[in-house]
């Protein structure tokens, strides 16, 4: 098992930058993967970006070219980068860890996104 703490959201103006963290509570490398859901009111679930521990990554169409996931292995940490952020972007969001034996998520970070 993992724990998994979100941090780093906001209200922020279309256009603006955000940078989430993820730390969790054991070597993020023992995890198969490691990656980014959000979930905005009336909506389902959806995977915003993903890295896999051999460093490989996706990431959802809505956000290619604007999101980066990136990870810290020394601090356990993984990275969201949001740049150029739009109000469809508002939305929970959480992290997650999943590996063959759990599957583990965070309570999620609220991001805003409005003039």
């Known amino acids: 098992q993992v724990q998994l703490v979100e941090s780093g959201g906001g209200l922020v103006q279309p256009g603006g930058s955000l940078r989430l963290s993820c730390a969790a509570s054991r070597n993020i490398f023992t995890i198969d993967v490691m990656g980014w859901y959000r979930q905005a009111p009336g909506k389902q679930r959806e995977l915003v970006a993903l890295i896999t521990r051999g460093g490989n990554t996706n990431y959802a169409d809505s956000v290619k070219g604007r999101f980066t996931i990136s990870r810290d292995i020394a601090k356990n940490t993984v990275y969201l980068q949001m740049n150029s952020l739009k109000p469809e972007d508002t939305a929970l969001y959480y992290c997650?860890?999943?590996?063959?034996?759990?599957?583990?998520w965070g309570q999620g970070t609220q991001v805003t996104v409005s003039s």
């Open positions: 997650n860890a999943d590996s063959r034996t759990f599957n583990s």
